[in-house]
Structures are given as C-alpha cells and as structure tokens.
C-alpha cells in the first residue's frame, strides 16, 4: 500500500508541476481560436458580398445594355474575379488554419483534464499518507494534525472575510444609487425653490419619496454590515494593532431618519455633505478586509506547503 501511495505521489507531483502550463496553453490557444474565428467570419462575409456583387455584374453583361459596354464590363468582371479568387484564398487559408487551432486547442484541454485528474489523485494519495501516517504513530502526525486544525479555522475566517466583502459591494452600489438620487433631488428642488409651480412641486416630492427609500435602504446594508463587522472583530480583527474606528460610527455619520421622506433642500444638502464620508469609510473598510483577506490566503498556502512538504518526506 505504501508503494501504491508514494507512487501515486510522484506522478501527482509532476501533474501539478504541469498544471500552471497547460492552463496557460489552453488560454493561448483559446485566444487564437477566437481571433481565427473572427477572421473566418470576415472573409465569409467578404467572399458572399464579392460573389453577389459578381453575379449582378455578369447578369448585366448578358443584357442589351451590356452588349454596348462589353469592353468595359469584362474589365471589372475580370478584377472582380480576381478580387473574389483572392477572397476564398484567404477565408481557406483562414478556416484551414481555424480548424487546426481547434484541434490544438481540444488536445490541450484533454491534456489539462488528465492532469486535473492527476492532482485530484495526488490531493488524495496526500489523504491517504496522512491517515497511515497517524495510525502508524509516526512523529509528524502531530504536526499534521496541527495544521488540519489551522486550516480548517483559516478556512473559517477566509468565508468570513468573503461575507463582509459580499456586504461592503451592496453596501457600495446602494451609495451609488444615493449620489444619484441626491444629485437628482438637489436639482429638483432647487427647481421647485425659485418658483417652479405645481408641476416642479410634485417633482421635487417624487424624487424625494425616492430619495427616502434610496436611504432607507443604504441605512440598512450600513446597519448590517456593521453588525456583521462587530461579530467579525469578536473572533479576528481587521488589522494588528489599532481596531478599526469606523465600525461604530456608520449610522452615525448618515442621515439622521431612519427611512422617512426628505423633505427639504437643507436635508438633501445635508446627505450630499455626508455621502463623501461614508464612502470613504465603506472604502477603509474594504481595504481592510482585502488585506486581512490576502494574509489569510497567504497563511493558508503556507500551511498546505507545509503540509506536503511533511507528507513527502
């Protein structure tokens, strides 16, 4: 069993070292089979317009009229020809050369298949060493389990940090629609300020309704994320050293209602004012989580490095 194992080992082994090749293969090749198909098109549709246009031409030189042109009509005929001869030259070189890309291209993803299936065996045969090496008590079972353990909560705070990412996006795209809205409103009831009448009157209170809701709900993807970011920091902070100040203070820089009309120019003012602040939390808090997000996954390479390093030896 021993020998079936390290066996599988070595061939997964030189698997993974031509996994980053065979994928970078199948890019290269998809990107020319995509340019080859293009230029395949374009001939085509070139070759069927040269050919439509030939063919009226030499249905205009069998009429009476033509008969008076002939000299002139077999002149454009004759370049239209060759024009055309050179067309289907280029779209069969095109196809021919389209065709053998394709090929190529299928080879190389049933060759990057068996090597994902090589490194799916390695990742097992990994397993699979691992368990005998712990029934067997050998001395760097211990070790290993250590490093599942890590891993597994590595994993855990990975997820997290993907979660929070998750709400700092809705997070964002609601201030996107409030800066529109904002901008839309302001105008409207500047509008409605200098005398607009009825109609402008209605229109400022219909972008404000929108404007309400619009809040209202970036009120309520700030509230969640900062739940979420107080739970988070419960278990792994953002940063080493100094927590991040900002979680606490997401409602309290935003608009003080809690989803009720705007109702006024000074309050629309008044979230345009703090929309830039906001922002510029929601964008700390992003690069936070994107750093802390690259220290979990270089942490958990480490970890699997290791891991294979012990289960190699």
């Not at 060759?82 to 190389?108: G, I, P, S, V």
Request: negative net charge; proline residues 1%.
């Amino acid at each position: 069993m021993a020998d079936g194992i390290e066996g599988r080992l070595v061939a997964g082994a030189a698997a993974r070292a031509g996994q980053r090749g065979a994928q970078e293969a199948v890019g290269r090749l998809q990107r020319r089979v995509d340019g080859l198909y293009a230029e395949t098109r374009h001939f085509a549709a070139r070759l069927a317009e040269l050919d439509e246009r030939l063919e009226r031409l030499e249905a205009k030189s069998r009429s009476w009229f033509g008969q008076l042109l002939s000299r002139d009509l077999d002149e454009r005929l004759e370049l239209l020809r060759l024009e055309a001869d050179e067309a289907e030259d280029r779209y069969d070189e095109a196809r021919t050369n389209f065709e053998a890309a394709r090929n190529e291209l299928d080879q190389a993803r049933e060759r990057q298949s068996e090597l994902a299936a090589g490194v799916a065996d390695y990742d097992a045969a990994l397993q699979d060493k691992e368990e005998r090496l712990t029934t067997a008590g050998d001395p760097r079972a211990t070790r290993l389990a250590e490093i599942a353990t890590e891993l597994e909560r590595q994993a855990a705070v990975l997820q997290e940090a993907d979660d929070l990412l998750t709400s700092v996006g809705w997070s964002g795209r609601a201030l996107d629609t409030l800066e529109h809205l904002v901008g839309r409103t302001k105008k409207a009831a500047l509008n409605d300020l200098v005398g607009g009448g009825m109609l402008a009157g209605k229109a400022k209170y219909d972008e404000m309704d929108a404007l309400s809701n619009a809040a209202a709900y970036a009120e309520q993807c700030l509230g969640k994320l900062k739940d979420e970011l107080l739970v988070y920091g419960e278990r792994q902070s953002l940063q080493t050293g100094e927590p991040l100040d900002s979680r606490a203070r997401f409602l309290d820089v935003w608009l003080d209602s809690s989803g009720h009309d705007v109702r006024s120019l000074l309050q629309v003012l008044e979230a345009q004012h703090r929309l830039p602040r906001t922002r510029s939390l929601l964008q700390q808090v992003d690069a936070d989580l994107r750093d802390r997000r690259a220290t979990i996954s270089t942490t958990i390479d480490q970890l699997i490095a290791e891991r294979r390093h012990l289960l190699a030896e």
